[in-house]
């Protein structure tokens, strides 16, 4: 992970985390933009301080920010709405959304800022989905593996109408209106890719993530491989599994990226360096167009079983890193659907309050320099899930006979199975 200098505080560490385009963390119903969906860089920079000195071509703006501000303050009619804090943070998102960086700079408050420093750390409250705004809708990410949001039904493309038979306005409307206490339920209405609207009531919980998981697929010696989210020690626990998967006589593995909507980049660094030797995972491109190279580590468990891995609409951010990498790098070719396009590396500028404004300040590239912002890592062997079918699990593996597998309907997984035992 790389330390980002920090002159103002050097107290405060700075933790750079992939972070999800435009996409907002409901996985508790949070604001955490994902984990990912460009790189997050989660800095905690430290706050400014002294005296801001106007330039004088700019002071006609400000000047006229003040007036809008004494204007509101004096004519609104709703008073109530009128508070400092709430014109601040007005103001504030307002510059943010103006730069035109949808679904990845975004401005968050003090209370967004600790869930986001949460979710991060694996710990949850809430339904257990990731959103982001595509098209002026509402669209659900990925949901997390285990959570409630993805036991009732919530899959990836799904379009977020009506929150409590409330149409939601966007996504931070339907954020704060899904996220809640515990044991409480919440009625969600949603647009299926299939054209289908349907509700589905979900009862809000404490989350842990749990973000590596396996399981042997039943008739092979192929070990089907989870990453459900990058976050804090998800490299370790994959030394703790690529160890039990050669203890079981694995000969391949299938790498499930799936729906995995990013987290930690020393996380993704660290994953993708279990299957590389040498070279970079990715590159990250400055505001001056300066390129640098995040190298493979070194020090870690490596392995060189073959693999594939398997990627969709919801991977995203971290996990497009290192399926980026290991496709860029000719280790593991890809299959599923195009992914989701997140690729900037974003900041975390600590305000005098807590909040922060988490800006773009660097795009991040593939090994070979390839940028796949907006537009997504294209699979090797493009294969679509049917209708109403989502991604056959680890957990869901338990127990399954080959003939159950293979009526499973999770075409990429079966794929990936004919490949590897070619």
């Known amino acids: ?102 679904g990845h700079s975004v401005f968050l ?34 949901p997390i593996d285990g959570s409630p949001a993805q036991q009732a039904g919530l899959q990836s493309g799904d379009i977020i109408l009506k929150v409590d038979g409330t149409a939601v306005t966007g996504v931070e409307d339907a954020v704060t209106r899904i996220r809640g206490t515990p044991g ?36 092979t010696t192929i070990a089907d491989l989870r990453i459900s989210s990058f976050s804090s020690g998800t490299a370790a626990s994959m030394d703790t599994a690529l160890a039990a998967i050669n203890a079981q006589g694995a000969t391949a593995i299938v790498l499930d990226l799936r729906d995995n909507p990013g987290g ?58 290192v399926a980026g990498a290991l496709q860029d790098r000719g280790r593991a070719k890809l299959i599923g659907q195009t992914t989701f396009g997140t690729g900037t590396a974003l900041v975390g500028f600590t305000l005098s309050d807590g909040s922060e404004l988490v800006l773009g300040v660097s795009e991040w590239l593939t090994p070979s320099g390839k940028s796949i912002w907006h537009t997504g890592l294209t699979p090797d062997d493009v294969v679509a899930l049917a209708a109403g079918v989502s991604p056959l699990l680890p957990e869901g593996i338990t127990g399954m006979t080959q003939a159950q597998l293979q009526a499973s309907g999770d075409a990429q997984l079966l794929d990936a199975i004919t490949q590897l035992q070619q």
């Open 264 to 321: 930690l980049l020393s996380e993704a660094i660290g994953v993708a360096s279990r299957f590389l030797t040498g070279g970079s995972v990715l590159e990250e491109k400055d505001i001056n167009g300066n390129i640098k190279q995040d190298a493979v580590l070194s020090n870690v468990t490596k392995t060189s079983l073959p693999m594939v891995v398997l990627v969709n609409g919801g991977t995203a951010s971290a996990a497009e890193i």
């Open 109 to 142: 408050t003090p209370a967004e800022v600790q869930q986001e420093n949460q979710a991060i750390q694996g710990k949850l409250d809430g339904i257990g989905a990731e959103v982001s705004e595509k098209n002026g809708n509402v669209v659900v990410v990925a």
């Open 184 to 219: 409480t339920s919440v009625t969600i209405t949603i647009l299926t890719p299939a054209g289908t609207t349907t509700d589905l009531t979900i009862v809000r919980a404490e989350i842990t993530i749990n973000s590596v998981n396996w399981q042997m697929l039943p008739g």
């Open 1 to 102: 992970m790389e330390n980002m200098e920090n002159t103002q505080n050097p107290k405060k560490p700075n933790m750079k985390w992939l972070r999800i385009t435009g996409t907002v963390f409901i996985a508790v119903c949070i604001l955490a933009a994902g984990f990912g969906g460009g790189l997050y860089y989660k800095s905690y920079q430290a706050r400014n301080s002294g005296t801001i000195t106007v330039p004088k071509a700019d002071a006609a703006d400000y000047a006229m920010i003040q007036q809008a501000w004494d204007t509101i303050e004096k004519n609104y009619v709703d008073q109530s709405a009128v508070s400092p804090q709430i014109l601040t943070y007005g103001a504030i998102g307002g510059m943010v959304d103006a730069l035109g960086d949808t």
